[in-house]
């Protein structure tokens, strides 16, 4: 199992990136995805979550109306597209792929992360 973030960088305040998770190793249309982040001294948050089939997506507070997840299951792949960035948006940002298998039971896969950073 594999999920492989990319899309990181420095970028100036106001400004746009695309993150990208391309997964492999599982079945990745059976999955909701989700792009947590993690910035210095803070606890690990969830950003966006996408449903199995793309239908349902959520947001954090902070990020609503600047940030939309997708995800194109021909390609196992989940975006983040981060529009008006901010410097509080520094972090690093993780894929995460989730399913409840039972009642009882879950799955997580987790990417390496990828480093956000906003700042002129």
């Known amino acids: 199992v594999q999920l492989v973030e990319s899309g990181g960088g420095l970028v100036q305040p106001g400004g746009s990136l695309r993150l990208s998770c391309a997964a492999s190793?599982?079945?990745?249309?059976?999955?909701?995805m989700r792009w947590y982040r993690q910035a210095p001294g803070k606890e690990r948050e969830l950003v966006a979550a996408?449903?199995?089939?793309?239908?349902?997506?959520n947001y954090a507070d902070s990020v609503k109306g600047r940030f939309t997840i997708s995800r194109d299951n021909a390609k196992n792949t989940v975006f983040l597209q981060m529009n008006s960035l901010k410097p509080e948006d520094t972090a690093v940002y993780y894929c995460?792929?989730?399913?409840?298998?039972?009642?009882?039971?879950?799955?997580?896969?987790w990417g390496q992360g990828t480093q956000v950073t906003v700042s002129s």
């Open positions: 190793g599982f079945t990745f249309s059976r999955y909701t």
């Open positions: 995460n792929a989730w399913v409840a298998v039972s009642a009882s039971y879950q799955v997580h896969y």
């Open positions: 996408i449903s199995s089939a793309g239908g349902v997506t």
